[in-house]
Protein backbone atom coordinates (compact mmCIF):
# COMPACT_ATOMS: atom_id res chain seq x y z
CA UNK A 1 0.00 0.00 0.00
CA UNK A 2 1.02 3.34 -0.85
CA UNK A 3 0.78 5.71 2.18
CA UNK A 4 -0.77 9.30 1.78
CA UNK A 5 2.39 11.26 2.20
CA UNK A 6 3.49 9.08 -0.85
CA UNK A 7 0.62 9.87 -2.92
CA UNK A 8 0.44 13.68 -2.11
CA UNK A 9 4.33 13.69 -3.17
CA UNK A 10 3.67 11.80 -6.36
CA UNK A 11 0.54 13.75 -7.48
CA UNK A 12 2.62 16.78 -6.80
CA UNK A 13 5.85 15.58 -9.27
CA UNK A 14 2.96 14.76 -11.74
CA UNK A 15 1.51 17.97 -11.49
CA UNK A 16 4.80 19.94 -12.05
CA UNK A 17 5.71 17.53 -14.60
CA UNK A 18 2.46 18.19 -16.19
CA UNK A 19 2.67 21.72 -16.33
CA UNK A 20 5.99 22.08 -17.77
CA UNK A 21 5.26 20.13 -20.33
CA UNK A 22 1.93 22.10 -20.84
CA UNK A 23 3.95 25.58 -20.66
CA UNK A 24 6.81 23.71 -23.17
CA UNK A 25 3.91 23.24 -25.42
CA UNK A 26 2.77 26.68 -25.59
CA UNK A 27 5.63 28.57 -26.07
CA UNK A 28 7.05 26.19 -28.56
CA UNK A 29 3.75 26.12 -30.82
CA UNK A 30 2.10 29.39 -30.07
CA UNK A 31 4.52 31.82 -28.78
CA UNK A 32 7.46 30.99 -31.16
CA UNK A 33 4.95 30.02 -34.13
CA UNK A 34 6.06 29.93 -37.63
CA UNK A 35 3.69 31.67 -39.51
CA UNK A 36 4.53 29.56 -43.01
CA UNK A 37 4.11 25.99 -41.21
CA UNK A 38 0.86 25.84 -43.41
CA UNK A 39 2.08 27.54 -46.53
CA UNK A 40 2.42 26.53 -49.53
CA UNK A 41 -1.64 27.22 -49.70
CA UNK A 42 -3.38 27.51 -53.00
CA UNK A 43 -6.84 28.93 -53.75
CA UNK A 44 -8.77 29.13 -57.57
CA UNK A 45 -10.68 31.96 -58.61
CA UNK A 46 -13.67 31.68 -61.04
CA UNK A 47 -13.87 34.24 -64.09
CA UNK A 48 -16.20 36.64 -62.39
CA UNK A 49 -13.53 36.76 -59.32
CA UNK A 50 -11.40 39.56 -59.43
CA UNK A 51 -7.95 39.31 -59.94
CA UNK A 52 -6.80 42.58 -58.19
CA UNK A 53 -3.56 41.65 -56.13
CA UNK A 54 -5.12 43.27 -52.80
CA UNK A 55 -8.72 41.06 -53.63
CA UNK A 56 -6.08 37.84 -54.11
CA UNK A 57 -4.44 38.54 -50.73
CA UNK A 58 -7.60 38.81 -49.02
CA UNK A 59 -8.79 35.60 -49.87
CA UNK A 60 -5.66 33.75 -48.36
CA UNK A 61 -5.66 36.12 -45.31
CA UNK A 62 -9.78 35.05 -44.62
CA UNK A 63 -8.76 31.13 -45.42
CA UNK A 64 -5.48 31.28 -43.58
CA UNK A 65 -6.79 32.96 -40.04
CA UNK A 66 -9.55 29.44 -39.95
CA UNK A 67 -6.93 28.00 -38.37
CA UNK A 68 -7.44 30.24 -35.55
CA UNK A 69 -11.58 31.36 -35.67
CA UNK A 70 -12.91 27.81 -35.67
CA UNK A 71 -15.14 26.62 -32.58
CA UNK A 72 -13.12 23.44 -33.21
CA UNK A 73 -9.62 25.09 -32.22
CA UNK A 74 -7.51 24.98 -29.60
CA UNK A 75 -8.54 27.41 -26.75
CA UNK A 76 -4.99 28.26 -26.77
CA UNK A 77 -5.00 29.53 -29.92
CA UNK A 78 -8.34 30.42 -30.63
CA UNK A 79 -9.21 34.15 -31.69
CA UNK A 80 -12.75 35.60 -31.18
CA UNK A 81 -13.25 38.09 -33.52
CA UNK A 82 -10.17 39.20 -36.03
CA UNK A 83 -10.86 42.00 -38.68
CA UNK A 84 -8.92 43.42 -41.27
CA UNK A 85 -7.82 47.17 -41.85
CA UNK A 86 -6.25 47.42 -45.16
CA UNK A 87 -4.41 45.33 -48.03
CA UNK A 88 -1.83 47.17 -50.05
CA UNK A 89 0.28 46.18 -52.93
CA UNK A 90 4.04 46.50 -51.92
CA UNK A 91 5.69 45.22 -55.16
CA UNK A 92 4.94 43.23 -58.52
CA UNK A 93 2.46 42.39 -61.32
CA UNK A 94 -0.41 39.99 -61.80
CA UNK A 95 2.07 37.00 -62.15
CA UNK A 96 3.69 37.63 -59.02
CA UNK A 97 3.46 40.12 -55.88
CA UNK A 98 3.64 41.22 -52.38
CA UNK A 99 0.46 42.67 -50.16
CA UNK A 100 0.79 44.07 -47.06
CA UNK A 101 -2.27 43.04 -44.90
CA UNK A 102 -3.02 45.11 -42.08
CA UNK A 103 -5.36 43.93 -39.03
CA UNK A 104 -6.37 43.63 -35.86
CA UNK A 105 -7.30 40.21 -33.61
CA UNK A 106 -9.06 39.77 -30.34
CA UNK A 107 -7.58 36.73 -27.96
CA UNK A 108 -9.69 34.04 -26.93
CA UNK A 109 -10.44 34.83 -22.66
CA UNK A 110 -7.46 33.15 -20.61
CA UNK A 111 -4.78 33.75 -23.26
CA UNK A 112 -3.62 37.27 -23.16
CA UNK A 113 -1.02 37.30 -22.01
CA UNK A 114 1.06 36.09 -25.06
CA UNK A 115 -0.17 34.91 -28.30
CA UNK A 116 2.07 34.18 -31.11
CA UNK A 117 3.88 37.21 -30.47
CA UNK A 118 1.95 39.72 -32.74
CA UNK A 119 2.17 42.74 -30.30
CA UNK A 120 0.77 44.06 -27.50
CA UNK A 121 -2.43 42.64 -25.84
CA UNK A 122 -4.48 45.36 -24.85
CA UNK A 123 -7.06 45.56 -21.84
CA UNK A 124 -9.90 43.66 -23.46
CA UNK A 125 -7.53 41.00 -25.24
CA UNK A 126 -7.71 43.00 -28.53
CA UNK A 127 -4.26 42.92 -30.66
CA UNK A 128 -4.10 45.86 -32.58
CA UNK A 129 -1.70 46.90 -35.76
CA UNK A 130 -0.72 43.30 -36.76
CA UNK A 131 1.02 44.11 -40.13
CA UNK A 132 1.95 40.79 -42.30
CA UNK A 133 3.33 40.50 -46.35
CA UNK A 134 2.46 37.86 -48.38
CA UNK A 135 4.19 37.11 -51.29
CA UNK A 136 1.99 35.25 -54.35
CA UNK A 137 2.35 33.73 -57.47
CA UNK A 138 0.22 33.15 -59.94
CA UNK A 139 0.77 29.44 -60.58
CA UNK A 140 -1.74 28.83 -63.36
CA UNK A 141 -4.62 30.49 -65.36
CA UNK A 142 -7.25 30.46 -62.23
CA UNK A 143 -4.86 29.46 -59.50
CA UNK A 144 -2.75 31.50 -57.15
CA UNK A 145 -0.18 29.90 -54.38
CA UNK A 146 0.48 31.60 -51.28
CA UNK A 147 4.64 31.03 -50.97
CA UNK A 148 5.40 33.16 -48.18
CA UNK A 149 4.39 35.18 -45.11
CA UNK A 150 6.67 37.74 -43.24
CA UNK A 151 5.55 39.28 -39.94
CA UNK A 152 6.65 43.20 -40.43
CA UNK A 153 4.39 44.32 -37.08
CA UNK A 154 6.28 47.86 -35.23
CA UNK A 155 8.27 47.66 -38.50
CA UNK A 156 10.97 45.29 -36.09
CA UNK A 157 12.04 41.95 -37.17
CA UNK A 158 14.67 39.02 -35.28
CA UNK A 159 16.64 37.14 -36.07
CA UNK A 160 16.54 33.21 -35.54
CA UNK A 161 20.07 33.02 -33.70
CA UNK A 162 21.10 29.80 -35.32
CA UNK A 163 19.81 30.47 -39.01
CA UNK A 164 23.04 31.21 -41.07
CA UNK A 165 21.52 32.57 -43.87
CA UNK A 166 19.92 34.84 -42.34
CA UNK A 167 22.65 36.01 -39.83
CA UNK A 168 24.51 36.68 -43.56
CA UNK A 169 21.66 38.57 -44.40
CA UNK A 170 21.86 40.93 -41.30
CA UNK A 171 25.35 41.48 -42.31
CA UNK A 172 26.73 39.13 -39.58
CA UNK A 173 30.24 37.10 -40.42
CA UNK A 174 29.48 33.20 -40.28
CA UNK A 175 33.20 31.59 -40.95
CA UNK A 176 33.02 28.48 -43.03
CA UNK A 177 35.25 26.85 -40.42
CA UNK A 178 35.76 23.64 -42.38
CA UNK A 179 37.12 25.55 -45.14
CA UNK A 180 39.50 28.43 -44.47
CA UNK A 181 43.14 29.87 -44.80
CA UNK A 182 45.86 30.84 -42.86
CA UNK A 183 48.80 32.78 -43.54
CA UNK A 184 51.94 31.93 -41.40
CA UNK A 185 55.49 31.96 -42.21
CA UNK A 186 54.76 34.04 -45.46
CA UNK A 187 52.88 31.37 -46.77
CA UNK A 188 49.24 30.97 -47.44
CA UNK A 189 47.80 27.66 -46.73
CA UNK A 190 44.09 26.30 -46.98
CA UNK A 191 42.08 23.02 -44.96
CA UNK A 192 38.65 21.28 -45.99
CA UNK A 193 39.01 19.72 -42.51
CA UNK A 194 38.19 22.40 -39.63
CA UNK A 195 42.23 22.91 -39.75
CA UNK A 196 43.15 19.05 -39.62
CA UNK A 197 45.64 18.99 -42.44
CA UNK A 198 46.53 22.23 -44.57
CA UNK A 199 48.06 22.49 -47.77
CA UNK A 200 50.51 25.29 -49.21
CA UNK A 201 49.43 27.35 -52.17
CA UNK A 202 51.81 28.42 -54.66
CA UNK A 203 51.87 31.95 -54.32
CA UNK A 204 54.15 34.36 -53.49
CA UNK A 205 51.88 36.38 -50.53
CA UNK A 206 52.89 39.59 -51.86
CA UNK A 207 51.32 38.99 -55.21
CA UNK A 208 47.84 38.82 -53.43
CA UNK A 209 48.28 42.40 -52.16
CA UNK A 210 49.29 44.25 -55.04
CA UNK A 211 47.65 47.18 -56.96
CA UNK A 212 46.16 50.13 -54.62
CA UNK A 213 45.18 47.98 -51.59
CA UNK A 214 46.55 49.59 -48.60
CA UNK A 215 45.39 47.51 -46.00
CA UNK A 216 46.63 44.33 -43.56
CA UNK A 217 49.00 41.73 -45.30
CA UNK A 218 47.96 39.29 -42.87
CA UNK A 219 44.38 38.80 -43.90
CA UNK A 220 42.97 38.56 -47.80
CA UNK A 221 41.15 41.30 -49.20
CA UNK A 222 37.44 40.10 -48.80
CA UNK A 223 35.89 38.60 -51.70
CA UNK A 224 38.83 38.20 -53.28
CA UNK A 225 39.08 34.46 -53.34
CA UNK A 226 36.73 31.23 -52.91
CA UNK A 227 37.33 28.20 -50.78
CA UNK A 228 35.22 25.27 -51.16
CA UNK A 229 36.09 21.66 -51.78
CA UNK A 230 34.65 21.71 -55.46
CA UNK A 231 36.79 25.00 -56.03
CA UNK A 232 39.46 27.20 -54.57
CA UNK A 233 40.41 30.18 -56.47
CA UNK A 234 42.67 33.10 -55.72
CA UNK A 235 43.12 36.72 -57.82
CA UNK A 236 47.09 37.03 -58.19
CA UNK A 237 48.51 40.14 -59.08
CA UNK A 238 46.97 43.73 -59.30
CA UNK A 239 49.07 45.84 -61.72
CA UNK A 240 48.04 46.20 -64.93
CA UNK A 241 46.83 42.32 -65.10
CA UNK A 242 45.89 39.91 -62.70
CA UNK A 243 46.07 35.89 -62.79
CA UNK A 244 43.40 33.84 -61.88
CA UNK A 245 44.85 30.85 -59.17
CA UNK A 246 42.07 27.94 -59.51
CA UNK A 247 42.09 24.27 -58.04
CA UNK A 248 39.25 21.94 -58.21
CA UNK A 249 40.77 18.68 -56.59
CA UNK A 250 41.28 20.38 -52.77
CA UNK A 251 44.59 21.79 -53.60
CA UNK A 252 46.11 18.65 -54.93
CA UNK A 253 46.73 20.28 -58.55
CA UNK A 254 46.27 24.27 -59.38
CA UNK A 255 46.09 26.00 -62.76
CA UNK A 256 46.65 30.00 -63.68
CA UNK A 257 44.61 31.92 -66.00
CA UNK A 258 44.94 35.61 -66.95
CA UNK A 259 42.85 38.48 -67.39
CA UNK A 260 44.54 41.77 -68.69
CA UNK A 261 42.75 44.97 -67.20
CA UNK A 262 43.16 47.98 -68.61
CA UNK A 263 43.66 49.84 -65.28
CA UNK A 264 47.38 50.47 -64.21
CA UNK A 265 46.66 49.68 -60.26
CA UNK A 266 43.60 47.41 -59.04
CA UNK A 267 41.98 48.36 -55.78
CA UNK A 268 39.19 46.25 -55.29
CA UNK A 269 38.64 42.62 -56.99
CA UNK A 270 35.59 40.68 -56.72
CA UNK A 271 35.76 37.02 -57.44
CA UNK A 272 32.62 34.68 -57.93
CA UNK A 273 30.66 31.53 -59.38
CA UNK A 274 27.05 30.84 -60.13
CA UNK A 275 27.89 27.40 -61.52
CA UNK A 276 30.15 24.94 -62.57
CA UNK A 277 31.42 26.55 -65.68
CA UNK A 278 30.23 30.41 -64.95
CA UNK A 279 31.94 32.81 -62.95
CA UNK A 280 32.38 36.81 -63.05
CA UNK A 281 34.77 38.96 -61.96
CA UNK A 282 34.09 42.40 -60.78
CA UNK A 283 37.53 44.94 -60.87
CA UNK A 284 38.13 48.50 -59.88
CA UNK A 285 41.13 50.74 -60.28
CA UNK A 286 42.95 54.07 -61.62
CA UNK A 287 41.37 55.86 -58.07
CA UNK A 288 41.45 59.45 -58.36
CA UNK A 289 40.27 60.90 -55.52
CA UNK A 290 36.73 59.02 -54.78
CA UNK A 291 36.76 58.25 -58.31
CA UNK A 292 37.77 55.24 -60.17
CA UNK A 293 36.86 52.82 -63.11
CA UNK A 294 35.15 49.45 -63.01
CA UNK A 295 34.68 46.56 -65.35
CA UNK A 296 33.21 43.27 -65.62
CA UNK A 297 34.69 39.84 -66.49
CA UNK A 298 32.92 36.33 -67.33
CA UNK A 299 34.20 33.49 -67.73
CA UNK A 300 31.69 30.11 -69.37
CA UNK A 301 34.55 27.04 -69.41
CA UNK A 302 34.96 27.10 -65.54
CA UNK A 303 37.48 29.97 -65.79
CA UNK A 304 40.49 29.09 -67.73
CA UNK A 305 39.49 31.97 -70.04
CA UNK A 306 38.29 35.48 -69.19
CA UNK A 307 36.28 37.60 -71.36
CA UNK A 308 35.23 41.28 -70.60
CA UNK A 309 31.64 41.91 -71.24
CA UNK A 310 31.04 45.79 -69.88
CA UNK A 311 30.98 48.11 -67.29
CA UNK A 312 28.90 50.12 -64.72
CA UNK A 313 28.01 53.85 -66.26
CA UNK A 314 29.23 55.55 -63.01
CA UNK A 315 33.09 56.54 -61.63
CA UNK A 316 32.28 56.23 -58.35
CA UNK A 317 33.91 53.75 -56.02
CA UNK A 318 32.78 50.36 -55.70
CA UNK A 319 31.76 48.82 -51.95
CA UNK A 320 30.58 45.55 -53.06
CA UNK A 321 29.47 44.12 -56.66
CA UNK A 322 28.28 40.21 -57.02
CA UNK A 323 25.84 37.78 -59.32
CA UNK A 324 23.16 35.95 -58.72
CA UNK A 325 23.17 33.79 -61.76
CA UNK A 326 24.57 33.50 -65.16
CA UNK A 327 22.19 36.92 -65.83
CA UNK A 328 21.50 39.02 -62.91
CA UNK A 329 23.90 40.68 -60.81
CA UNK A 330 24.40 43.81 -58.56
CA UNK A 331 27.45 46.58 -58.24
CA UNK A 332 26.22 49.05 -55.33
CA UNK A 333 28.36 52.43 -54.94
CA UNK A 334 28.07 53.80 -51.54
CA UNK A 335 25.64 56.04 -50.92
CA UNK A 336 24.89 59.61 -53.28
CA UNK A 337 23.48 63.01 -52.60
CA UNK A 338 21.39 64.77 -55.46
CA UNK A 339 20.03 68.06 -54.48
CA UNK A 340 21.30 68.86 -51.09
CA UNK A 341 18.81 66.31 -50.16
CA UNK A 342 19.50 63.36 -47.62
CA UNK A 343 22.22 60.30 -48.62
CA UNK A 344 20.20 57.19 -50.47
CA UNK A 345 21.66 54.00 -52.06
CA UNK A 346 23.36 53.91 -55.11
CA UNK A 347 23.01 50.64 -56.58
CA UNK A 348 23.11 49.29 -60.08
CA UNK A 349 21.61 46.12 -61.88
CA UNK A 350 22.12 44.11 -64.64
CA UNK A 351 19.95 41.26 -66.24
CA UNK A 352 22.22 40.49 -69.13
CA UNK A 353 25.55 39.05 -67.67
CA UNK A 354 27.41 42.70 -67.33
CA UNK A 355 26.89 44.14 -70.49
CA UNK A 356 24.40 46.50 -69.51
CA UNK A 357 23.23 48.24 -66.02
CA UNK A 358 20.29 50.21 -65.01
CA UNK A 359 20.10 52.44 -61.48
CA UNK A 360 17.68 51.10 -58.50
CA UNK A 361 15.77 52.66 -57.13
CA UNK A 362 16.01 51.92 -53.14
CA UNK A 363 11.97 53.28 -52.06
CA UNK A 364 14.37 54.74 -48.72
CA UNK A 365 10.89 55.57 -46.30
CA UNK A 366 10.84 59.36 -45.21
CA UNK A 367 11.46 58.61 -41.60
CA UNK A 368 14.96 56.83 -42.51
CA UNK A 369 16.15 58.96 -45.32
CA UNK A 370 20.06 59.71 -44.36
CA UNK A 371 20.03 56.65 -41.90
CA UNK A 372 19.81 54.05 -44.23
CA UNK A 373 22.41 54.81 -47.18
CA UNK A 374 24.21 52.13 -48.47
CA UNK A 375 23.03 48.82 -50.23
CA UNK A 376 24.20 45.38 -49.88
CA UNK A 377 24.51 42.58 -52.57
CA UNK A 378 20.81 41.24 -52.15
CA UNK A 379 19.98 37.76 -52.27
CA UNK A 380 17.16 35.56 -53.68
CA UNK A 381 15.10 32.53 -53.61
CA UNK A 382 13.65 31.98 -57.00
CA UNK A 383 11.82 35.69 -58.25
CA UNK A 384 11.81 36.51 -54.65
CA UNK A 385 14.58 38.97 -53.41
CA UNK A 386 15.67 40.56 -49.84
CA UNK A 387 18.22 43.77 -49.97
CA UNK A 388 19.50 44.93 -47.39
CA UNK A 389 20.26 48.45 -46.85
CA UNK A 390 23.34 49.36 -44.08
CA UNK A 391 24.17 52.40 -42.10
CA UNK A 392 26.90 53.19 -44.25
CA UNK A 393 30.69 54.00 -42.16
CA UNK A 394 29.23 56.41 -39.89
CA UNK A 395 25.75 55.29 -39.30
CA UNK A 396 24.90 55.66 -34.87
CA UNK A 397 21.12 54.92 -35.72
CA UNK A 398 20.28 52.26 -32.77
CA UNK A 399 24.21 51.80 -32.49
CA UNK A 400 24.87 51.75 -36.02
CA UNK A 401 24.17 47.92 -36.80
CA UNK A 402 20.38 48.18 -37.50
CA UNK A 403 19.99 47.89 -41.04
CA UNK A 404 16.79 48.04 -43.38
CA UNK A 405 15.07 45.15 -45.51
CA UNK A 406 13.41 45.49 -48.46
CA UNK A 407 11.80 42.99 -50.42
CA UNK A 408 11.34 42.56 -54.57
CA UNK A 409 8.74 39.95 -56.37
CA UNK A 410 10.49 40.83 -59.68
CA UNK A 411 13.98 39.51 -59.98
CA UNK A 412 15.10 42.62 -58.33
CA UNK A 413 13.71 45.28 -60.70
CA UNK A 414 11.60 46.80 -57.84
CA UNK A 415 11.78 46.72 -54.22
CA UNK A 416 9.42 47.73 -51.47
CA UNK A 417 10.91 48.40 -47.44
CA UNK A 418 9.44 45.23 -45.41
CA UNK A 419 10.97 46.03 -41.94
CA UNK A 420 13.97 46.56 -39.87
CA UNK A 421 16.29 44.09 -39.06
CA UNK A 422 18.21 44.00 -35.32
CA UNK A 423 20.68 41.90 -35.44
CA UNK A 424 22.10 43.08 -31.77
CA UNK A 425 18.67 43.58 -30.43
CA UNK A 426 18.50 47.08 -29.20
CA UNK A 427 15.12 48.44 -30.79
CA UNK A 428 12.84 48.51 -27.80
CA UNK A 429 9.51 47.25 -28.78
Known amino acids: MISTKKRI ?242 GETWNTSSVPTPFQAIRMRLLDFVSKSNGFLILTGDRTMSWEGNMIFKTIDSGSTWRQVGSVPTERKVTSGGFIDEKLGYVSFGSISRNSQPEVPDLYRTDDAGETWTQVDVPIPAEYKGVFTVAEIPTFDGSQGILLVNQGPNGDFQGGNVLAKFISVDNGKTWSFANLIDPDDVIER
Open 9 to 250: VITSVLLIFFGAAVAFIYYYFFYNEDLNKPLPMTITVDAEDSREPEDIAYRFWFDYMKQYTGEDVSPWKRLTDVRYNKFQLLAGDEAEFAVEVTFWAKLDKGNWSTHHNWGEVQNDGTVKNIQWTFRIKKTSQNKYTLLRIDDISNSVGDLPPVENTYQKEAGIDVPDENNRYRIEKNTLEVTYDNGENWKGVPVEINKLFEGEYNGPKHELMEESYIIKPERTAFIVGGLQHIEVLQSTDQ
